[in-house]
């Protein structure tokens, strides 16, 4: 039934592609026009072009970190799962999902055009600013998986892998990098969010929240006494490398952001990025490090996640030393989240609500404290922005970031509530009990992860 | 006595690389003429250097792919087939497989000169030809490693990887790619294949399919009825992995190939080449689920690789909608080629044969249908490619890519027949049964994979 | 205790920074200004962005193949120590480091400004410079890791990583590329190291000898009878990949060491530097073949990194051929290094003296034979450099790269040694026998590294 519905979804799509196709005429589907008004853009795309290959390259990292931390017996599941969200996700992405974040803007709520990249978006220009866009959207996909980890049905995970591709996601980046109400807000220069705290990390990390909630917890993970369990995840090395991935993706996704090559600020980005990293995942450790007496490396590595997040919307607005302060607060901020989501009982299996939902919040509040009036806004030709600690446009700025902080939350967590419950209604969302215990890897996909191994089961 | 013959083949080809190097001048070994004679060099080395470094990445993804997707015992022996094919091939293509490919033109058939860099080849343009084809030579010797997994004595190996860079590879490229013959077939523009679906990928897919004959099924491969039956890889997670890496490296294969970013197509060739892999892998994991209910990730996986194989010939000259097209088709030709090879009684182990060579072939017949003719090729300068689908040129098109279809098949599975043939007759090529059974990395290497685990045998 | 330093440390330095950041003006933080005078920058930021990205990859690639070498139950504590010598050193270099390197000279000896990027600091060339330094400078750190694995307290590694990025490092890196004396030294051109055979491997090598000399040999390595025993690695997959990351990392540290895209003989550096990769592992594993008749995957791998080592100081400044000849040589130097450091009852776990020191030597004196007079300095505006074999001023050079040897060696060694005593009487470098026997993952991190799977104990 919902094979049937996906097929002939997809086939409507491609014959609606085909037709669009014929109707208009490409632009500079070569490129020479463009690059003959600009000669500098030979630079330009190969540096947006390698920046979006190494985003997409984080979809890898993504997978090793979520089945690192997670069970032997769903590591099929989870590499399934982040495939999948990819693969969907691109195709619900060229389908519509573009068109609603870059297409013509219709009341700065929703864009509407470029569908299926036919008709006149066969255009370098077009196909670049897709490109960008798509592994952006995936990144924001994929984030939810760890959240849902270990006990989603892996049917309603592809429903939800179009869902949030094609309206939860577009919708949100169109307000904020579409022309949409929020980049217009009249307080400060408007909502700004250089590489997507909010537009990427907050949506993935609330959509994951509330995919959590309405899930519930995995068996084993609270006690009859009602306090926590550690599961610990499978492999170490795996996670480890995944984080590793990640940050080297993030290279592509903040100083990329700036869609230029002619921006030399890129340096200081790509600076202020590993430095907000580097700060949050010590601060984190050495947390833990008080708390337990352990060296936990489980938190210094979600500690680097959680400051690149922070960072990214920030970090082209800031020097080197307000990264390092951002990042000791994200550090803190996702120690504490763990903690405080434990208490509230909620289950999530790899920290991807403290990592990208809190944090992504903490980024975009970070951006109306220390924006240092150095920088403006290539893409929007705003100009110099400015923070609570530097200038008077300051308190208007920060204005702006709160209300898109309260926005991107309500927002993904109300879609992705929405999404979640009638997907429970419709398909039910939780496996069965006896293949959460068994894992999913069997009953879902006919594949253990590590068949010659032996495994103990937890 | 192979030792001795390695060794002093190397020797030889030193001495004369070094003599060589001392005859002829060096045109422009620091590059100063060649950028002041084009200043905009420089961002097209940027890119080619860029892209060729993702392509060369692309050995992990075929490495770990590989691994993954055989079994424990031998790892080790998987690990070093990857790592020395890359090494031997690249000394063999140095000395002599790239003299082949770019070399001064023999009737159309074969390059004569540039063997070991020497003399003249002392220039940055031509050390710049030679890094991208090497890591593209590399990348077809790889493919077959797969196809003659688990059973492949390692000396045999290593012949293999030097044969088929120094001659197999070069010679196909060279009436591709080197003003060859088949690059000026009276037909359309002549046989294209924009990034290698053919020069690459089928070559090693056919030259794997000999291999695969020639060393016959693993023990246990097919049971005593005939029937086949799965052994499952020993690494589920490391099959993703390599899948992502190889994702990701394609980025380079596929838009580096314009070998210039004054070409601002690259984006159009970046969302080609992943709107295909995700449509392939889409329709691989749904046609997998009709069949047996479950959500298979060895064929997504598998999937994705196929529509990353198909998309490689035509990338430059369709529209993403075609390259969605092209996707569904290389999906069912997965899938199909895998059952096909396993009711022909050929063992396989990873699927490399469905995977490289049938959408190998795919990716050239696809360009004689769906080029759209709004590009053309800036190397050879050809005009406007059209296929079937657009223009009157395109019968001719297709019948070009028809012939060059034909040709690679011949031409790699008969090359690669005759080498196993009689490396068979020479070396041996299939190790004892007794060691298959141990696995290979015990007694070809003296290394286990993975000694602290314990691991089941089967 | 140490904590309680750490943080106040922290604290003051931040202090320091924002305080510093308040006194000077901001040259250039936007960039334009740099833009406009120079436009060529947009693309050699590009470049230097992008290798210096991959660059920063090679930590994954470390993490892998020192975790790959070692045991399972140390994995968890030496990918905390692959993560956190980044994480601090980054603070570190930030901190002082960078300053050491290219602050304002003071007599040859060492940098004395630009801490903490303050100040007029805030500029987008010298945020670049700091970006590439900081990788460079971790990846020296990192590579000590190895030589000190499966034994050091991580409270110890933790100092040890402030250390080395605060202080050894930059110094020796001052001497060298910040204008010191041995860059000035009156033979030939002074002492060169294109890309860092000497001020990062060499540096990394010898330090990681004095630790592991400091340390002594982990239990069981050395049998009652004195002969060496091996003590396998747990992830030959994992080694293996590590060392693809490694050499797909050495794209961006070779040929990026241009420091422009101005200069296309970064097409040379890359074929130079793939080029002696892959004859030092082919040579190192026809070694072992003829000495045990296995194919030694290990000594392949680090094979391969000691030819991209020790053509990291000439790659610039040689052609192929010259590349195969010097990784020959590294093949042997590796593999007698791990058979000398066994005799001297050294206990390396990973080679990385062998790898690292030994062929960070041999590359500082490539330079002095093989340099062909090609090819200059782009950065320091050096003529062309030439060595023995090539012309009347190559005797000149070789005794620059000579004293250069020595001083690495007698630098790096000496710190080191320093270093570790300090720790060892302060907080005591060795952890107790029966953690080592246990594993330090339970006792120093709490959290095993594959709690799921049965692991035998060795």
């Known amino acids: 039934m919902l094979r049937r519905i996906l097929f002939l979804g997809f086939l409507a799509m491609l014959l609606l592609a085909m037709v669009a196709g014929a109707w208009a005429a490409a632009p500079d589907p070569t490129g020479a026009a463009t690059l003959k008004a600009d000669p500098g853009k030979a630079v330009d795309y190969v540096w947006v072009l390698v920046c979006g290959f190494l985003v997409m390259f984080m979809q890898a990292g993504f997978a090793c970190v979520e089945s690192g931390f997670c069970r032997a017996k769903n590591v099929t599941n ?9 693969v969907v996700g691109s195709l619900a992405f060229w389908a519509v999902g573009f068109g609603i974040i870059m297409g013509t803007d219709w009341g700065g ?8 990249l036919a008709g006149d978006s066969y255009d370098v220009e077009t196909y670049l600013s897709f490109f960008w866009q798509l592994v952006f959207a995936a990144t924001a996909a994929t984030i939810v998986s760890g959240a849902v980890a270990e006990r989603l049905k892996f049917k309603a995970y592809l ?3 179009a869902v949030i591709c094609l309206f939860i996601y577009p919708v949100y980046a169109h307000w904020v990098w579409g022309s949409g109400w929020l980049s217009k807000l009249p307080f400060g220069l408007g909502h700004l969010d250089f590489a997507g705290s909010g537009v990427v990390h907050a949506v993935g990390g609330f959509v994951g929240l509330a995919g959590a909630i309405v899930l519930g917890p995995r068996y084993g993970k609270f006690g009859k006494d009602g306090k926590p369990r550690a599961i610990p995840g499978h492999s170490i090395s795996l996670a480890a490398l995944g984080t590793f991935i990640l940050w080297f993706g993030w290279f592509g996704f903040n100083p990329g952001s700036t869609f230029s090559a002619h921006q030399l600020r890129i340096s200081v980005i790509a600076v202020n990025t590993t430095m907000c990293a580097a700060s949050a995942s010590l601060t984190a450790l050495l947390l833990v490090l008080g708390k337990t007496g352990k060296y936990d490396l489980g938190m210094a590595l979600n500690g680097a996640l959680a400051g690149l997040v922070a960072v990214t919307a920030p970090c082209a607005w800031i020097s080197s030393w307000a990264a390092v302060v951002i ?3 994200a550090g803190f901020l996702v120690v ?3 903690y405080f989501l434990e208490a509230l009982k909620i289950d999530d299996p790899v920290g991807a609500v403290s990592v990208h939902g809190f944090n992504g919040v903490w980024g975009l509040l970070a951006v109306g404290i220390f924006a240092d009036g150095t920088y403006g806004n290539y893409a929007t030709k705003a100009p110099f922005v400015e ?3 530097f200038g008077g446009a300051g308190a208007g700025q920060f ?3 709160l209300i898109g902080a309260v926005v991107v939350i309500a927002w993904a967590f109300g879609c992705g509530l929405i999404l979640f419950k009638v997907l429970d209604a419709v398909l039910g969302v939780r496996v069965d009990p006896h293949e959460e215990l068994q894992g999913l890897d069997i009953v879902e ?3 253990p992860g590590y068949p010659e191994f032996y495994i103990t089961r937890s």
Chains 1, 2, 3 share one sequence.
């Open 78 to 86: 989870l590499m399934t799962k982040n495939l999948l969200d990819f």
């Open 109 to 116: 709520l929703i864009g509407s055009s470029k569908f299926f």
């Open 327 to 329: 990042g000791i607060v």
């Open 159 to 161: 429903v939800y892998s």
């Open 399 to 401: 204005m702006a970031q």
């Open 445 to 447: 996909h006919g594949t």
């Open 336 to 338: 504490g989240g763990v």
């Open 387 to 389: 923070g609570l600690l």
